[in-house]
């Protein structure tokens, strides 16, 4: 069950910077609400211990508990559509023990333990480029991406299906089958794209159809963009060096306006970016470009095809998701509900990426000897 290991093997790089990102993202939330810090320090704790469980916890172990954990990350989605919370016409939220979290955050990491297992398995069979072998990875994928769709929640639909996609690609996919997906989906994106601008489409609720219609079309639709244009002036605002976590009320400061709801969560790039400035934005993707990179470090030393499918899967949830956050902060991206890793309050999104770090240290534990 847990890991015999070599201190020398364990990376220290990575748990540092992720232990950096959180205490970073602690401090930005502070300076736009204190009253978040006790709740936020004690997720960091709770995710510090889970992660270093982890660490030593056998991956193969984990793996080996795929169908329970598909049945348990199903179940609670499925629990979110009768029992969960409605906020803003979304219904993601469950309470447990008077706990509140999100679930779809945990399945991220859930679906990457269990594909991963699945890949390396009919990679194993010769069965990947099959039809079964194709039909059998729609199923595993299309259950948990349908009931999120439900919630709904098309942003970590997205998220998800992007990292689910990657992994099967890393596992031998063949470009034969990777061209004919092409062939048909890139045709049925532009259908979706020229449908949802009907006013009586069925497929998105009204506040997605308005997000995505703002972004193509900004000067028709200004309505619910405002969020991403007052976040782009507060990190333009910033400039090089930032006006300083705390600035002096006399200093202009979109933070100190409240023009950018809810900061700490979706949108805490851009009190990184007024705060830090151009320079202070450099680090922070920096340091979770580096991260990303340690795990892609990880998964090329891996033992075997499980481990690195679960190194490269929690480099592209950082990554990807990362990518999302920041390119809608900056309005590179249509206005979507996602956390920036390790920095974003919420206590859902803090566990689930520790876990997948916890993961990684795993299989660098067991990296490959020569």
């Known amino acids: 069950m847990f890991t015999k290991f070599n201190i020398k093997n364990y990376n220290f790089i990575l748990i540092i910077l992720s232990l950096l990102c959180m205490t970073g993202g602690v401090i930005m939330i502070r300076s736009v609400k204190e ?28 793996c080996n508990l795929a169908n329970i954990i598909f049945i348990v990350a199903n179940t609670l989605l499925v629990a979110v559509l009768i029992v969960g919370e409605n906020v803003g016409g979304a219904t993601r939220w469950v309470e ?13 990491i859930g679906m990457i333990v269990v594909m ?3 890949l390396s398995e009919m990679k194993d069979n010769g069965e990947i480029n099959t039809f079964k072998g194709i039909l059998k990875i729609g199923i595993y994928m299309g259950i948990p991406l349908m009931l999120i769709v439900l919630e709904p929640d098309l942003s970590t639909t997205i998220c998800l299906t992007l990292i689910l996609v990657t992994m099967i690609y890393l ?17 049925l994106g532009s259908l979706f794209i020229w ?11 009204g506040y997605q159809r308005a997000r995505i219609m703002s972004f193509i079309y900004p000067n028709e639709y200004s309505e619910g963009a405002e969020q991403q244009e007052n976040s782009v002036m507060a990190i333009g605002s910033g400039e090089l ?4 976590l705390y600035p002096d009320e006399k200093v202009a400061s979109v933070k100190n306006s409240k023009l950018v709801s809810e900061q700490q969560t979706d949108f805490i790039f851009s009190v990184a970016g007024e705060a830090f400035g151009f320079i202070g934005c450099v680090i922070i993707i920096g340091i979770i470009l580096i991260i990303v990179l340690q795990c892609i470090r990880t998964a090329r030393l891996a ?15 950082i990554g990807f998701q990362s990518f999302i956050n920041i390119g809608v902060a900056t309005k590179l991206l249509p206005n979507t509900g996602l956390p920036l ?5 919420g206590l859902s999104s803090l566990l689930s990426i520790s876990m997948g770090i916890g993961l990684v240290l795993n299989v660098s534990l067991q990296r490959r000897r020569y």
């Open 96 to 108: 447990i023990a008077g706990i509140q979290f999100q679930p779809s955050e945990l399945v991220k």
């Open 341 to 345: 890793p390790f920095f974003s309050y």
């Open 195 to 205: 449908y949802i601008q009907k006013p009586d489409q069925k497929l998105l609720s």
């Open 303 to 317: 033992r075997d095809d499980c481990g690195r499918l679960i190194a490269m899967g929690v480099g592209c949830l």
């Open 241 to 244: 060096r930032g006006k300083g």
């Open 35 to 62: 009253s978040l810090v006790t709740k936020q320090t004690f997720g960091i704790a709770l995710s510090i211990a889970i992660m270093l469980f982890l660490s030593f916890m056998d991956y193969h172990f984990i």
């Open 116 to 118: 991963s297992k699945l």
């Open 171 to 187: 596992s031998g996919l063949s470009y034969k089958l990777i061209i004919t997906v092409l062939l048909i989906f890139i045709p």
